[in-house]
């Protein structure tokens, strides 16, 4: 038998020619998978195709697929931030600055549910015995809502309305709170600040190289729309090469790659006010960068390990992290135009962990392994489960605010009438 083997290699290796080689099939399957997976989960269960991704990654990280391992590095690391940046600069492009010229209480909303948010986590992590050093990068984290999943959820239910657009608002201005606080701790890890300054000045640096790459994106996108149309395929592969390079750029300087496409689109809606259709121009290479995020996610969160004591600590933060959000909303609701009910339902729908949260964590891990693996422990967990559920709730409250298009159902299940009808044909 080893014989026949042998030979039958060795006719083979005559035949064989070099490729990019067999992790690219398995990515190239995996992507398969997922985009089967997000279908059926939307035809047959009536939830986000989001859902479908995250479990296909979830399985697949448990099973221990070698792709994507923890902590991310080179293309998977990039390919991360890659799939965040072009999410927060659409972001970042729909964000209402005049509407908050308007209404100012919705950036009080914002601060309001932040704040909280933080001390709810905070308070709880030291209750439960978790050191300080560990339970502040915990807290930050906590506060990112996910923007890329409340995007693919509005998208999959056709959602328009206050509720839809606010919740995608505050997310993004949590985003912001979190990557900047989030990068400035990274920072501080490994030395002791002796003054304020010490303190702020990785606030600054964050910020302002964040800033002037996003700036520059900014009015690259808006010269390159002088004399280009928005409708153009060229014009999509300039934004997706802009995005990128840029990314590139922020992380290698020691800026937030994500906190400069956030800054970037926000500027280039000041500058071109005019609405210009962004899911048209980048139509599937954003689609497939964005399913690959999903599932890079899952996949790395899912290689947590799970015990009693960080069960009890995940479910608890969850939980809290929960209530403090829709509390935050609903103290700061009066005088903002929404309903008792709309600030509840907003509150719930920014209940997401994804990737945000997890190129936070990558962050501290970076700066010191040994303290980045205790905020991991929890962390990673509680992206894994927030990831999945989190788009659950975000679902029912779009749902449960009546803004959603689509009935909620499963479309391979239509409702009798229509059964009927088409009988009747």
Known sequence: MNFFTSELLGFWAEWVRPTAGLPTVGWALLVAAAAAAGHLVQRYMGLPKVVG????????????????????????????????AIVLFEAGGRLPLGWFRHNPMVLAQSVVE?????????????????PEPVAGPLATIALAASPAVLMRVAIDTRASGPVTERAMALATLGTFYAL??????????????????DRFYPVLVVLGLSFVVGALMALALR????????????????????IGAGAAVTTHFGGAAPLAALIGGVLLKLLNPRPWAWPQQLGTASSLVTMLMFVLVSMVAAQAEWSRPVATTVLAL???RTIAKIAGVALANPGSGASWRQAVWVGCAMSPLSSIAL??????????????????QVALPAILVMEV?????????????????????????????????????
Do not use: C
């Open 53 to 84: 991704y995250a479990l296909v990654g979830t399985v697949v990280g448990l099973a221990g697929f070698g792709g994507a391992v923890w902590p991310l590095r080179g293309t998977a690391l990039f390919l991360l931030e890659l799939g965040v």
């Open 389 to 425: 559920v989190g788009a659950v709730l975000a679902t029912v409250a779009i749902h449960a605010a009546g803004e959603s298009s689509r009935p909620w159902r499963p479309e391979a299940f239509p409702p009798a009438e229509e059964t009927q009808r088409d009988t009747q044909r």
């Open 114 to 130: 932040s704040l909280l948010t933080y001390a709810a986590v905070w308070q709880l992590l030291t209750w439960l015995d978790v």
């Open 180 to 197: 900047v606080l989030g990068y400035a701790q990274a920072s501080l890890v490994e030395r002791t600040p002796l003054g304020l300054f």
């Open 359 to 376: 190129l936070i964590a990558s962050s501290f891990v970076t700066a010191s392994p040994l303290l980045g693996h205790l905020v991991t």
């Open 318 to 320: 969850i939980v809290v």
């Open 223 to 242: 010269s390159a729309l002088r004399v280009m149309s928005p409708t153009s395929e060229n014009t999509s592969i300039l934004l997706l090469a802009i």
